[in-house]
């Protein structure tokens, strides 16, 4: 299937011309609900702040549900929904059962995904990464990181949700042949203190793990802190995903081999404005298949500090 790449830069969408200065009751909104709280998603809300200032006729708002609960997920929309939003770009919680709910707010409102697609639904389009690509990457760094082999084991948020399916669908096609071996995959629902238990778990049950892999942001600093509690950085290696800031201070001092990251800044800046061309009646920037993809990075030690110096700029705005 072909896929329309968005390089990493600002893509300029044509918006038409609004109202010169409506109040701020007369602005339509638009909402970027997340799947949980993390720290990763301050990035893409950046990005939305960005196009906030480029959409004057427009009032962002970005929503944390106060739990990664499809149900508390879902109620957050309903109320869009019911307050008259105009449009809702959303990483589902579980993709594969919300499908009817996400349906239901398609036929009220401008649709979007983001970071986990739920490609069944109406959705208008899904911007985001390629969570496959992405896992046969950090995949290329786990057999870069062990060529003698060794048993990994993952940890992630949601497993259900497409984008944890997909990045160790990735991961597991591009070590297949190798000595490499994923053992097992643990999930924690987005809880931190569950999170950093999985990891407890995994050194008392397994001595002989070789390499951990946080499939989402949070996951990477719960590993780098029960190894480092446990004496152990350094002798297990660690994979990771997304930018978190003791991820990338690991990959910095050598503890962490690399993390795979995406450009959520991206998605809040350049999904809003999308979402706002296709209200106006501008469907230019949707591809026939309505799947926009933004590719990701490797961070390994040799460009981790680029890449933390572009991370504080964005974070200014």
């Known amino acids: 299937m072909q896929r329309l790449l968005v390089a990493g830069v600002s893509v300029a969408f044509a918006i038409a011309a609004g109202v010169g200065s409506a109040g701020a009751a007369d602005k339509k909104v638009l909402a970027f609900v997340v799947n949980g709280a993390s720290d990763f998603w301050k ?3 950046a990005g939305m702040k960005k196009a906030q200032g480029e959409l004057p006729n427009y009032d962002l708002q970005f929503k944390y549900p106060e739990q990664a609960a499809a149900a508390v997920q879902q109620r957050v929309m309903d109320d869009l929904v019911a307050a008259g939003a105009a449009g809702i770009m959303v990483s589902a919680v579980d993709p594969k059962n919300q499908t009817e709910h996400l349906n239901k707010v398609a ?3 401008v649709l979007f995904t983001t970071d986990s697609d739920a490609p069944q639904s109406k959705r208008v389009a899904y911007i985001g990464s390629s969570n496959t690509d992405l896992g046969k990457e950090a995949g290329k760094l786990m057999v870069k990181a062990l060529p003698n082999g060794g048993k990994c084991v993952g940890f992630v948020g949601l497993p259900g949700a497409d984008n944890a399916r997909e990045r160790i669908e990735g991961v597991k096609e591009t070590i297949k042949g190798s000595k490499v071996e994923l053992v097992d995959v643990r999930g924690d ?3 931190q203190t569950r999170a950093k238990r999985n990891v407890e778990d995994i050194l008392a049950a397994m001595p002989d793990v070789s ?3 946080g499939f989402y942001s949070y996951n990477t600093p719960r590993i780098y802190e029960v190894l480092k509690e446990a004496g152990k950085l350094g002798k297990i290696k660690i994979i990771g995903f997304d ?5 990338l201070g690991g990959v910095k001092e050598g503890s962490i081999v690399g993390t795979v990251v995406q450009q959520p800044f991206e998605w809040g ?4 404005k999308l979402m706002a061309n296709y209200i106006s009646g501008e469907k230019s920037g949707i591809p026939a298949n309505g799947i926009i993809i933004v590719p990701g990075k490797v961070i390994e030690k ?3 500090d680029d890449f933390m110096a572009s991370m504080k700029q964005m974070l200014k705005k």
Request: glycine residues 4%; negative net charge; charged residues 20%.
């Open 43 to 45: 990035i893409a809300e």
């Open 107 to 109: 036929s009220q409102t």
């Open 189 to 191: 629902e987005i809880d």
């Open 211 to 213: 390499c951990l892999v």
């Open 243 to 247: 930018e978190d800031p003791i991820t």
């Open 269 to 272: 800046y350049q999904g809003m």
């Open 302 to 304: 040799a460009n981790v």
